[in-house]
Structure formats: structure tokens, C-alpha cells
């Protein structure tokens, strides 16, 4: 997966919405910039600061556990439910 910014603006919103993907696919949210502020040289930076510390996640335990109770329900024909 590649690396890349994220700039989102909604109409009628003053500020901007920064994320950031890293080489495995994680999201990091750097922050919200009013539009009148925001600086693409310190949104680089910030992301450069990220890639290079990047690291994959691991599920837990708990969290595998979970999603094989998950993909069981479904591949029984169930709808998956955690109740």
C-alpha cells in the first residue's frame, strides 16, 4: 500500500482535516487547520515524522478471537452478532 496525505474540507467548514496513511494502511489524524493557517510544509513534516516511525499493527488475542467468531457466523449462514 502506498503512503499518502489526506486534505478534507467540507463546504461551509473553516477548518481543514488532515490525515495520514502510512505503508501498511493505518490512518493517523495529524489535526484540524483553519483554512487561513493551514501550511502543507508542516503537514509534510508531520508525515514524514510518522512514515519514519511507522510500524504495523498487530491484533490482540482478544481481537483474532473475535473476528473468527465473526468469519464462523458467516460462514454458517448467521449474522454475525457479539450480543
Not at 19 to 34: A, L, M, N, R, W
Amino acid at each position: 500500500m502506498s503512503r499518502k496525505i489526506e486534505i478534507t474540507k467540507f463546504q461551509g467548514n473553516t477548518h481543514y482535516n488532515v490525515h495520514v496513511i502510512d505503508s501498511f494502511g493505518q490512518e493517523h489524524h495529524i489535526g484540524y487547520y483553519p483554512d487561513d493557517i493551514i501550511s502543507i510544509s508542516e503537514v509534510e513534516e508531520r508525515a514524514e515524522e510518522i512514515w519514519s516511525n511507522e510500524v504495523k499493527y498487530e491484533p490482540t488475542p482478544m481481537e483474532r478471537a473475535i473476528k473468527e467468531c465473526i468469519d464462523i457466523d458467516i460462514k454458517n449462514g448467521r449474522e454475525p452478532s457479539l450480543d
